[in-house]
Every structure is written in C-alpha cells, then in structure tokens.
C-alpha cells in the first residue's frame, strides 16, 4: 500500500481553488520572480537529479529545516516514469511548505499574485509533524502523524539550499522501491500565519 505521504503528494496537486484562502500576509512585492530566478539559476539537470546518490546531511538539519520556507520546484516520479509539469520549467504558481508550531508541517500555494492556504483547523489537526532522524547513520524525516502512526521520508542530498527527497513507496526505511523523487528549494520566510488566522 502507498504511504500515506505519497498519497497526499498526489492529492495536493487537485486541489480546488475554492478550498483556498488568502493569508492575511503576504509576501513582499516581487517575492515571486525572485523565487522565479532562483529557481532557474539552481535547478538541477534532470540527468543529474536521476543520478544522484545518498550523501551527507548535517546532524542539525532540524534546524534548518524551521528556518526557511520550502519551495516545491517539481522532481521525478518513478510510479509512471516522468518528470513533473513543472519540472525546470517557468511555473505560473508554486508550493511551498514550512514547519510551524511544534514542527508540524504547514503548506501555502502561491498563484495569481497571491499567497494562499488550506490550512482550516480540521486539517492543520492532520497535517504530520517533522523530525530529522538518522536510522542506521543514514539520514530520513520522520512523519510523524500522532496515534503511533510514523512513515518517512528519504533524504539525499542538501546543497546550496537545495534539497532532494526520496519519497519510500510505503513509508519506511527500508523500502527499496520509492514513489518519487522531488526538489524542493529553502528561501527566506517573508511573511507570517498562524492557525488563529481569520
């Protein structure tokens, strides 16, 4: 059975934009060609992205991950063998997550010149929490979903704020077969939200 994070990898491109709210703040003016520009200028070849072995992670990679905000730029999925739309490509919108209170995972879409989320207080309850692990030196995210539920996501690489992650067809350590492989790209938070948002 697919884990439950490749499942929502696979939902969150559907989501309807009636779903969507915008938050309260937003990014600066210009915020998206930057992110635009950057993206372009440390895209990694899709070559190269399917080569990439697992190598180093700085045993502090916790905090690195509060720090920044996360920007999906796209990647490769091995289930049917293709690259993402969106994949070095000129994105009209991208995602992006950051780790909010407690770690927990939240996620924004940005589109249309505008920052917006579904974060509702029924969701953000689901939404994992996530902390960086080494299992058997190697390192992994754990997902933590509360109740004992745990799955985990595979960390290759992470350089000049780019990170690639392995997602494990279920969810664990020792999978041999994974879901996807998707780059995600750490910039510098610019605006705020909380989940007592209106």
Do not use: C
């Not at 309260?24 to 895209?43: F, I, N, T």
């Not at 995210?141 to 494990?168: C, F, M, W």
Request: aromatic share 14%; charged share 25%; proline share 3%.
């Amino acid at each position: 059975m697919k884990s439950t994070i490749a499942l929502l990898l696979f939902l969150s491109w559907f989501v309807p934009a009636s779903a969507q709210v915008a938050t309260k703040h937003q990014p600066a003016d210009g915020w998206y060609k930057l992110v635009r520009e950057l993206h372009q200028k440390k895209m990694i070849s899709k070559d190269s992205l399917l080569k990439m072995k697992q190598g180093k992670i700085d045993d502090h990679f916790q905090d690195t991950l509060r720090k920044y905000d996360w920007i999906d730029l796209g990647g490769y999925l091995y289930v049917d063998k293709h690259f993402t739309v969106r994949y070095n490509e000129e994105p009209m919108q991208y995602e992006l997550f950051r780790l909010g209170t407690m770690d927990t995972v939240q996620n924004f879409i940005y589109a249309n010149g505008t920052l917006t989320h579904t974060m509702f207080k029924e969701v953000y309850s689901m939404q994992p929490v996530y902390q960086f692990k080494r299992v058997n030196t190697l390192p992994f995210i754990q997902l933590n979903y509360g109740g004992g539920s745990v799955e985990y996501l595979k960390l290759i690489a992470y350089h000049n704020r780019i990170l690639v992650i392995d997602t494990p067809m279920n969810g664990k350590t020792s999978d041999k077969k994974m879901f996807s492989r998707r780059v995600y790209m750490a910039v510098e938070k610019s605006f705020q939200w909380t989940i007592n948002e209106k």
